[in-house]
């Protein structure tokens, strides 16, 4: 470290021991001063967002830093978002810009469009540069603001006669289209961008910058062109692509792409971030799809380009965007959806129904999400979610999320990362961006379904198993958005409790003080695999001491709970009594169960039933349990042995002894028809 870098960090380090307001106007201070070293730049500014960060999240402020903030400091942090600032400055600049608007609240949006219109207004080259830079970089952080100052009025009509002057800054252009780019993004300012800026833009794709300069200089061969920022060029090459990825956006979801895609080598020969823009929206077609899907070498390319992305960043946006547009499914429609879509598409075809692309079918997405995993994009998916915004881990969640629905992949997944990589996700998002928690807690169902949570979470290590527990029960009642109540979710979930329900009790314990009342709710749905997964949840459950107790308690809601199991051992569906049958053998091992089983009408006939079942996983069940309830001491025992006698327990016995091949079968029930056939 030299003498000027020593001296600076130690400045900086003595700012610590000020009040954060003092600490605040001395960085201030030091950012408007400038000519500072890089280094030194990005460490006052990461200085400053931790402070308005600390600002934002204190609730017994008396005084807010953001008062200190004045337009003048404003401009100065905004500056550093200019282009011409180095790329590590650029990228700490923008942290510290969302910090102050997460701070500062209303008076930031006002201070954003101060700033901007009175930069605009100028109407120097300069100025224009630093507004457009400052408009492009904010739009993700603060986009209402920024919406609105886009849409104002005449403000989009007023770039036609800056794009189109003869005499050009390609810094202005390029921050100009940098900015539209950011705008394209949301649809209110995509059709304002669409209503005024097409004609220039696509004059700007459309024009040869090389005959233009040969023209030139056939009418003057004394011009001499300079490489700076004014040119006798009309647009830069760079110039050309950034307008064709703008009008690519514009043109998306609102007139059909041309059949035949864009060379994708092409495409990435352009400025990367902007290659990888444009192929985000071309991925939108199915045919880009498939052809970057099976190009592995393009794969592993844009895996490395997502791997180099710094966090936060549009490139790494637009990375994530190819990835998910390659592994999304279609979304499922129930019957009534699919109906409602074709009495639309009568009403809006006279009776043309457009077949749908089968490019888009399961088959082709379940390809093209292998494909994707077996480029190695787990691994940079997960390194990524530690750092990326709310809006970069909701398209990672989405990628898993697709790549989850491959059984074979979910192993992989898991030892990849992916299960942490969704816990962390779901703990991280807020609860208002419901979908994206749900999508990640169905991911991780999906995982968890198919994988040993010994291998998953390192053998008896109970914290971090239990930590995915929350996520999966948040997913056991019906999405509270959704217009139709989609069960898989549901289903998923409580077969990912269950296997977890499988290892210990420590786990068990948590998912029954967590979710029992949920899964009580599931048992009794009315969708027959739902009731069947919430069933086989409760058995490995009630090999708890906590599970027991549901059930052995003598309260009405354990007596209640036992009626509703007594029903599941008697329903129609052969895996849900086999789940309500086991239960029921390790409940009744305990006297208080069989004593509530004897007072239950038709309690034991269910119980002699399952011994009756031409099943012989069931009649083992139905044995076991006969046999606990007769081996009771004292007057329970006798009871028991004496109702089960009266419902012709001996027959039922004797006959499943006979149908009975299996010797653990054949073994419980003789010893049961023993103690029935002794006197009491």
Not at 10 to 21: F, H
Not at 383 to 392: C, D, Q
Not at 547 to 573: C, F, M, Q, S, W
């Given at each position: 470290?030299?003498?000027k870098?020593a001296?600076?960090?130690?400045e900086?380090q003595k700012?610590?021991?000020?009040?954060?307001?003092?600490?605040?106007?001395?960085l201030?201070?030091?950012?408007?001063?400038?000519g500072?070293?890089?280094?030194?730049?990005?460490?006052?500014?990461d200085?400053?967002?931790k402070?308005?960060?600390?600002?934002?999240a204190?609730?017994?402020?008396t005084?807010?830093i953001?008062d200190v903030?004045d337009d003048?400091?404003?401009?100065?942090v905004?500056g550093?978002?200019?282009?011409r600032q180095?790329?590590?400055v650029?990228?700490?600049?923008?942290l510290?810009t969302?910090?102050y608007?997460k701070a500062?609240?209303?008076?930031?949006?006002?201070a954003l469009q101060?700033?901007f219109?009175?930069?605009?207004n100028?109407?120097?080259?300069?100025?224009?540069?630093v507004?457009?830079?400052?408009?492009?970089?904010?739009?993700?952080v603060?986009p209402?603001p920024?919406?609105?100052m886009f849409l104002?009025?005449?403000?989009?009509?007023?770039l036609d006669?800056?794009?189109?002057?003869?005499w050009k800054?390609?810094?202005?252009?390029?921050?100009?289209?940098d900015?539209l780019?950011?705008?394209?993004m949301?649809?209110?300012c995509?059709?304002?961008?669409?209503?005024?800026?097409?004609d220039?833009?696509?004059?700007?794709?459309?024009?040869?910058?090389?005959?233009?300069?040969?023209?030139?200089?056939?009418?003057?061969?004394d011009?001499?062109e300079t490489?700076?920022?004014?040119?006798?060029?009309?647009?830069s090459?760079?110039?050309?692509t950034l307008?064709?990825?703008?009008?690519a956006?514009l043109?998306?979801?609102?007139l059909k792409?041309?059949?035949k895609?864009?060379p994708?080598?092409?495409?990435l020969?352009?400025?990367k971030?902007?290659?990888?823009e444009?192929l985000?929206y071309a991925?939108i077609?199915p045919?880009v799809?498939?052809?970057?899907?099976?190009?592995?070498?393009l794969?592993?390319?844009?895996v490395?380009?997502?791997?180099?992305?710094?966090?936060?960043s549009?490139?790494?946006?637009g990375?994530?965007?190819?990835?998910?547009?390659?592994?999304?499914?279609q979304?499922?429609q129930?019957?009534?959806e699919?109906?409602?879509?074709q009495?639309?598409?009568y009403?809006?075809?006279?009776?043309?129904?457009?077949?749908?692309?089968?490019?888009n079918?399961?088959?082709h997405?379940?390809?093209?999400?292998?494909r994707v995993?077996?480029a190695?994009?787990?691994p940079v998916?997960?390194t990524?979610s530690?750092?990326?915004?709310?809006?970069s881990?909701s398209?990672?969640?989405?990628?898993?999320f697709?790549l989850?629905?491959?059984?074979?992949?979910?192993?992989?997944?898991?030892?990849?990362?992916?299960?942490?990589?969704?816990?962390?996700?779901?703990?991280?998002?807020?609860?208002?961006?419901?979908?994206a928690?749900?999508?990640?807690?169905?991911?991780?169902?999906?995982?968890?379904i198919?994988?040993?949570?010994a291998?998953?979470f390192?053998?008896?290590?109970?914290?971090?198993q239990?930590a995915?527990i929350?996520?999966?029960?948040?997913i056991?009642?019906?999405d509270?958005a959704?217009?139709?109540?989609?069960?898989?979710p549901?289903?998923?979930?409580?077969?990912?409790?269950?296997n977890?329900?499988?290892?210990?009790d420590?786990t068990?314990a948590t998912?029954?003080r967590?979710?029992?009342p949920?899964?009580?709710?599931?048992l009794?749905?009315?969708?027959?695999?739902?009731s069947?997964a919430?069933?086989?949840l409760?058995?490995?459950?009630?090999?708890?001491?906590?599970?027991?107790?549901?059930?052995a308690?003598d309260?009405?809601?354990?007596a209640?709970?036992?009626?509703i199991l007594?029903?599941?051992a008697d329903?129609e569906?052969?895996a849900?009594?086999?789940a309500?049958?086991g239960?029921?053998?390790?409940?009744?091992?305990?006297?208080?169960?069989?004593?509530g089983?004897m007072?239950?009408?038709?309690?034991?006939?269910i119980?002699?039933?399952?011994?009756?079942?031409?099943?012989?996983?069931?009649?083992?069940?139905?044995?076991f349990?006969?046999?606990n309830?007769?081996?009771y001491?004292?007057e329970?025992?006798r009871?028991?042995?004496?109702?089960?006698r009266?419902k012709n327990?001996?027959?039922i016995l004797?006959?499943c002894?006979?149908?009975?091949r299996r010797s653990q079968?054949v073994?419980?029930t003789?010893?049961?028809?023993?103690v029935?056939?002794?006197e009491d």
């Amino acid at each position: 470290m030299d003498e000027k870098a020593a001296t600076s960090a130690a400045e900086l380090q003595k700012t610590d021991k000020l009040g954060v307001i003092e600490q605040t106007q001395l960085l201030l201070a030091r950012l408007m001063e400038g000519g500072q070293e890089d280094n030194d730049t990005c460490q006052a500014l990461d200085k400053l967002t931790k402070l308005l960060n600390d600002d934002a999240a204190s609730i017994n402020k008396t005084k807010s830093i953001c008062d200190v903030l004045d337009d003048i400091c404003v401009d100065t942090v905004l500056g550093y978002l200019d282009m011409r600032q180095a790329e590590s400055v650029r990228y700490h600049a923008i942290l510290t810009t969302s910090a102050y608007f997460k701070a500062a609240g209303d008076k930031g949006s006002r201070a954003l469009q101060t700033f901007f219109f009175d930069r605009v207004n100028r109407g120097t080259y300069d100025d224009y540069i630093v507004a457009f830079c400052v408009a492009a970089a904010v739009f993700p952080v603060a986009p209402e603001p920024t919406i609105e100052m886009f849409l104002s009025e005449g403000f989009l009509p007023s770039l036609d006669p800056l794009m189109r002057r003869k005499w050009k800054s390609r810094k202005v252009e390029t921050a100009c289209l940098d900015m539209l780019n950011a705008g394209s993004m949301h649809p209110e300012c995509r059709e304002a961008i669409r209503k005024y800026c097409t004609d220039w833009l696509e004059e700007v794709v459309d024009q040869d910058p090389e005959e233009l300069s040969k023209a030139i200089h056939s009418a003057d061969p004394d011009v001499q062109e300079t490489p700076g920022s004014i040119s006798m060029r009309r647009h830069s090459r760079a110039v050309q692509t950034l307008a064709a990825v703008i009008l690519a956006k514009l043109k998306v979801g609102t007139l059909k792409l041309p059949d035949k895609p864009l060379p994708l080598r092409e495409n990435l020969e352009w400025s990367k971030r902007h290659s990888v823009e444009g192929l985000a929206y071309a991925t939108i077609q199915p045919t880009v799809k498939e052809e970057v899907a099976h190009n592995p070498e393009l794969l592993k390319t844009l895996v490395i380009i997502l791997g180099d992305a710094p966090a936060k960043s549009p490139l790494t946006y637009g990375a994530l965007s190819i990835f998910m547009n390659l592994t999304r499914y279609q979304p499922v429609q129930s019957e009534e959806e699919k109906k409602m879509n074709q009495l639309k598409a009568y009403a809006n075809a006279a009776g043309k129904l457009a077949a749908p692309n089968p490019l888009n079918n399961n088959e082709h997405v379940a390809d093209r999400c292998k494909r994707v995993f077996e480029a190695g994009v787990v691994p940079v998916l997960v390194t990524h979610s530690r750092h990326g915004s709310s809006a970069s881990l909701s398209l990672i969640i989405s990628i898993i999320f697709s790549l989850s629905v491959t059984t074979n992949l979910r192993g992989q997944l898991a030892q990849q990362g992916a299960v942490n990589l969704l816990i962390a996700a779901w703990s991280a998002l807020p609860d208002t961006d419901g979908q994206a928690k749900r999508t990640a807690a169905q991911a991780l169902a999906r995982i968890l379904i198919s994988t040993d949570p010994a291998l998953v979470f390192g053998g008896t290590r109970a914290r971090p198993q239990n930590a995915a527990i929350r996520p999966l029960v948040s997913i056991l009642p019906p999405d509270p958005a959704a217009e139709t109540r989609d069960l898989l979710p549901s289903f998923e979930a409580l077969m990912a409790l269950t296997n977890l329900a499988s290892t210990d009790d420590d786990t068990r314990a948590t998912i029954i003080r967590v979710a029992f009342p949920e899964i009580e709710e599931q048992l009794l749905s009315s969708n027959h695999l739902v009731s069947k997964a919430a069933t086989e949840l409760v058995c490995n459950l009630v090999e708890s001491v906590e599970g027991v107790a549901l059930y052995a308690e003598d309260t009405p809601k354990a007596a209640n709970r036992l009626h509703i199991l007594l029903a599941l051992a008697d329903a129609e569906d052969e895996a849900t009594r086999s789940a309500a049958g086991g239960a029921l053998a390790s409940l009744t091992a305990y006297e208080e169960v069989g004593r509530g089983v004897m007072n239950r009408n038709r309690g034991v006939e269910i119980v002699l039933g399952l011994c009756s079942e031409d099943n012989e996983d069931l009649r083992h069940r139905g044995v076991f349990i006969i046999h606990n309830m007769i081996s009771y001491e004292g007057e329970a025992g006798r009871l028991s042995r004496k109702e089960i006698r009266e419902k012709n327990g001996l027959e039922i016995l004797k006959t499943c002894a006979k149908k009975s091949r299996r010797s653990q079968v054949v073994e419980v029930t003789v010893q049961a028809l023993k103690v029935l056939l002794e006197e009491d």
